[in-house]
């Protein structure tokens, strides 16, 4: 059976940090693309980060470029997104998916003073 759990989610100040974590199990984590989406109430689900099965490729949103980095611990089966810098307009429910085969249950990031 395919699994993602998020963790990692909170309350935080502007400028502050919060590092998420998505346990995979059920399915080659080694093999597969991983993605972070966030989804803000009344707004569209957004990729925000993408990492290659290596690592050895990342790519951002815009809105996060500078800010937020993804990788990755094959031993672990564990994706990571590590988010610096926090605004306000970054709080949203956060989801880990593997492409054509899961969506995590998300974790909820909420940035405010």
């Known amino acids: 059976q395919v699994q993602l759990v998020e963790s990692g989610g909170g309350l935080v100040q502007p400028g502050g940090s919060l590092r998420l974590s998505c346990a995979a199990s059920g399915f080659s984590f080694s093999s597969s693309a991983m993605n972070w989406y966030r989804q803000a109430p009344g707004k569209e689900r957004e990729l925000v980060a993408a990492?290659?099965?290596?690592?050895?490729?990342?790519t951002y949103a815009d809105s996060v470029k500078g800010r937020f980095t993804i990788s990755r611990d094959n031993a672990k089966n564990t994706v990571y997104l590590q988010m610096n810098s926090l605004k306000p307009e970054d709080t949203a429910a956060y989801y880990c998916?593997?492409?054509?085969?899961?969506w995590g249950q998300g974790t909820q990031v909420t940035v405010s003073s």
């Open positions: 998916y593997a492409p054509f085969r899961a």
């Open positions: 990492i290659t099965k290596t690592g050895g490729t990342t």
